[in-house]
């Protein structure tokens, strides 16, 4: 497999995993007012797909790291990026403290969601900034 592919394909799983956790963080609620099971359990698949996202983000990070792929990267875009990675490590652990302890605080969990809309802008930026893709729009 190419670089470019393996950049690219690495990439757009981890967006796509990410707006699947994000998606199964509000699916798997339990509706207010119901017993609804036992929540963290439930919570599993949205902790595995976190650790997906960030297996498939390292290798993208490793992938790009390539000067034929690094010209003509937009400085900005590449920050954005480099951010986000940092974002997604304190996700990460968030999440594992949410996830080990229990539903957790309010603050841990206003924080984690922060930090999830953060990442998700700031990837957003990255792919419009970076990607052939977001060069067309």
């Known amino acids: 497999m190419s670089a470019?592919?393996?950049t690219s394909s690495s990439g757009w799983a981890a967006a796509f995993m990410i707006i699947a956790t994000v998606i199964l963080a509000y699916a798997l609620r339990p509706a207010r007012g119901s017993a609804g099971g036992r929540y963290i359990g439930r919570m599993q698949a949205h902790?595995?797909?976190g650790f997906a996202v960030l297996t498939a983000t390292l290798v993208h990070?490793?992938?790009s790291m390539r000067p034929e792929l690094m010209r003509g990267a937009d400085g900005v875009g590449l920050t954005l990026a480099t951010v986000a990675l940092g974002v997604l490590a304190v996700q990460v652990a968030l999440g594992l403290k949410l996830n080990r302890f229990g539903p957790g605080s309010a603050a841990t969990r206003k924080v984690h969601f922060t930090a999830m809309l953060a990442l998700v802008v700031l990837i957003a930026l990255h792919v419009v900034m970076n990607s052939p893709l977001g060069a067309r729009l």
């Open 61 to 63: 990070v490793a992938a």
């Open 4 to 6: 470019f592919m393996l």
């Open 47 to 49: 902790v595995w797909i």
